[in-house]
Each structure stands twice: as structure tokens, then as C-alpha cells.
């Protein structure tokens, strides 16, 4: 949601982020970002944007990480007992970790297998992989895992902005106020053939608190109520073809305060720790095959 690998890094308030404490507990650890954003930012798209300095405004930046509520020109206000700081330098040190695309992100089935192409040719770099995405990277996980299901070992979703559904699957449908949160939010609709394909690993989505449940005139308030709507649906067609899929929402189990960016948080290492448990129940934690490093390509020069 506007943001690049960084919020992997560190934190908004300087502590130590997955970066460094994933490969603490044995996991080599690759922080990728989505094209045109980011490190990956080099684009040959040649359209217009309009987006800066950062992909959203600040107000919506607030409501979309669920913050709180900052409908201009009405003041921001906070949700209580967050798991973040709201002291001045963490928010400016968060609203700087957002960052602009260098070109659009079209939410369609065309543009979602290029992504799964992308992550294809790394993971024939690095070897097999879990593959762990947040909000709208989440497509990758979903088209790479289809793209790759021999080199994806598993897919970790924190708060993912899209799923899919097979064609011709009837399922539940949610109604918004705001048309343009059901264009971008509905589910792409992929073939079953490609669908079962997400079956052949286990696949673990994570919400955090303060998602409303109430119909919306916010923008991005509305989104997350739709997203996890979808999410929950998602989970039981993967587990109703014979998968293998969990989602938690963290208010549910006694975890409560977390945002969009809960691997952040003030409590990101429990995060951390769930998501680890996860990755053992499902014999993923050995080490019997240590990653060295990618394989280099070999690649012809371009330069005259």
C-alpha cells in the first residue's frame, strides 16, 4: 500500500525489522520490490504520473494503515492502543517510508501473470522459496505461486489487497458505497486449472485490528473490510479443492492494536514469532539444504 522494501528494514521508530530478524533465525532473506516501485523503479512506461512525491496523500496514508480517521479538512484522530508510536519523528519517519510508482499498476489478470513471470525468473535464481507479500504485492504471491508452484514452497500474506477466485466459483459478494472500491477490490477471476495450482502449497494470510465492519464512506477504510471479506472466502475455496490454507486475524486471537503494517509494529517480533510456529507446523524451518546465494546469470552486454 505505497510503500517499498524498506518497511522490511527497520521501523518508524528505529527498532530492527524483518530484514535482520528473520535471518537471525536462520532464514536467508531476499527483500524484493514490485516493479516500478521502489529499487525496481526503472520503467520504460511512458504514461503520465501523477503521484508525487508519493502514491497516496498523507491523509490517506493514515486511514489506509488504519491509524485512525483524517478526512481533511477535519484533524486526524487515532485509534486507541495502537501498536505503534505516535510521538512526531515515528509518523514523519512513517509517511516517509511511502513512496511514488514510476508508472501504473493495473489491477487486471493480464498484468498479474507478468508479475508471476517476474517472480519466477528470481526464484530460478535463489532456489525454492517461501514468498511473503503484503497488501497489493499480494497478487505476486498469488500469481508467482501459479507461476511456480515447484519453486514456491509456501505463501505468507500479510493483509493482501487482491486474491483470486476460479472462474465459474459462486461465492458470497459484498456490496460498498463506493464504486471504485468494488471495481479495484473484486477478486480476478482465474481459471480452476490455474487456481488448483495454489493448492500444491500451504498458504498463511495475517490481518491485524481495527478493521471496520461497517459499510464505509472512507476510502481506504472501506478497503480493508473488503479485503479481508475476500481473504476469508479465498482461504475456504483453497482449503474446499483440497488445500491447505489459515488465516488469522489477530483481534480474534487477543492481539489487538495492530495496523496495515503489522510486521512493524511495536509487537512485530510476536509477529514474527506466529508466523515462524506456522512455518515449522509445516516442516519448513530445516536447514538441511543451507542457500548459499543466487545463482549470477550470465547476460550479454548492451553497451555500444
Given at each position: 500500500m505505497g510503500q517499498s522494501g524498506r518497511s522490511f528494514e527497520t521501523t518508524p521508530d528505529g527498532r530492527e525489522g524483518f530484514q535482520t530478524l528473520l535471518p537471525r533465525d536462520g532464514w536467508a532473506t531476499y527483500i524484493v520490490d514490485q516493479?516500478?516501485?521502489?529499487?525496481?523503479?526503472?520503467?520504460?512506461?511512458?504514461?503520465?504520473?501523477?503521484?508525487?512525491?508519493?502514491?497516496?496523500?498523507?491523509?490517506?496514508?493514515?486511514?489506509?494503515?488504519?491509524?485512525?480517521?483524517?478526512?481533511?479538512?477535519?484533524?486526524?484522530?487515532?485509534?486507541?492502543?495502537?501498536?505503534?508510536?505516535?510521538?512526531?519523528?515515528?509518523?514523519?519517519?512513517?509517511?516517509?517510508?511511502?513512496?511514488?510508482?514510476?508508472?501504473?499498476?493495473?489491477?487486471?489478470?493480464?498484468?498479474?501473470?507478468?508479475?508471476?513471470?517476474?517472480?519466477?525468473?528470481?526464484?530460478?535464481?535463489?532456489?525454492?522459496?517461501?514468498?511473503?507479500?503484503?497488501?497489493?504485492?499480494?497478487?505476486?504471491?498469488?500469481?508467482?505461486?501459479?507461476?511456480?508452484?515447484?519453486?514456491?514452497?509456501?505463501?505468507?500474506?500479510?493483509?493482501?489487497?487482491?486474491?483470486?477466485?476460479?472462474?465459474?466459483?459462486?461465492?458470497?459478494?459484498?456490496?460498498?458505497?463506493?464504486?471504485?472500491?468494488?471495481?479495484?477490490?473484486?477478486?480476478?477471476?482465474?481459471?480452476?486449472?490455474?487456481?488448483?495450482?495454489?493448492?500444491?502449497?500451504?498458504?498463511?494470510?495475517?490481518?491485524?485490528?481495527n478493521i471496520s465492519t461497517k459499510s464505509s464512506k472512507v476510502f481506504n477504510e472501506e478497503v480493508w473490510r473488503w479485503a479481508l471479506f475476500n481473504a476469508r472466502q479465498f482461504v475456504n475455496l483453497i482449503n474446499k479443492y483440497g488445500g491447505d490454507a489459515k488465516l488469522i486475524h489477530l483481534p480474534e486471537i487477543g492481539i489487538k492494536g495492530n495496523t496495515h503494517a503489522l510486521f512493524s509494529d511495536l509487537n512485530n517480533k510476536e509477529i514474527l514469532k506466529i508466523t515462524e510456529e506456522w512455518l515449522a507446523e509445516k516442516g519448513l524451518d530445516k536447514n538441511d539444504d543451507p542457500h548459499l546465494a543466487p545463482k549470477r546469470p550470465v547476460s550479454p552486454v548492451t553497451i555500444p
Open positions: 516493479p516500478r516501485r521502489g529499487r525496481a523503479g526503472r520503467t520504460e512506461a511512458t504514461e503520465a504520473k501523477s503521484e508525487i512525491p508519493t502514491v497516496t496523500s498523507e491523509a490517506g496514508v493514515w486511514n489506509a494503515f488504519r491509524l485512525g480517521r483524517w478526512v481533511p479538512p477535519k484533524p486526524a484522530t487515532a485509534n486507541p492502543n495502537m501498536q505503534m508510536l505516535l510521538d512526531g519523528e515515528t509518523i514523519n519517519q512513517f509517511m516517509r517510508m511511502q513512496t511514488p510508482d514510476t508508472g501504473a499498476l493495473p489491477p487486471t489478470e493480464a498484468y498479474g501473470w507478468k508479475l508471476g513471470e517476474a517472480m519466477r525468473d528470481l526464484l530460478k535464481r535463489t532456489g525454492p522459496a517461501v514468498v511473503g507479500t503484503h497488501s497489493y504485492a499480494g497478487q505476486i504471491g498469488w500469481y508467482g505461486a501459479m507461476k511456480s508452484p515447484d519453486l514456491v514452497k509456501a505463501v505468507v500474506a500479510y493483509e493482501p489487497g487482491q486474491v483470486v477466485y476460479p472462474e465459474g466459483e459462486k461465492v458470497k459478494e459484498m456490496n460498498s458505497e463506493i464504486p471504485l472500491v468494488q471495481q479495484r477490490l473484486n477478486p480476478v477471476r482465474v481459471s480452476k486449472q490455474e487456481f488448483l495450482k495454489l493448492t500444491k502449497m500451504p498458504i498463511f494470510i495475517i490481518f491485524g485490528d
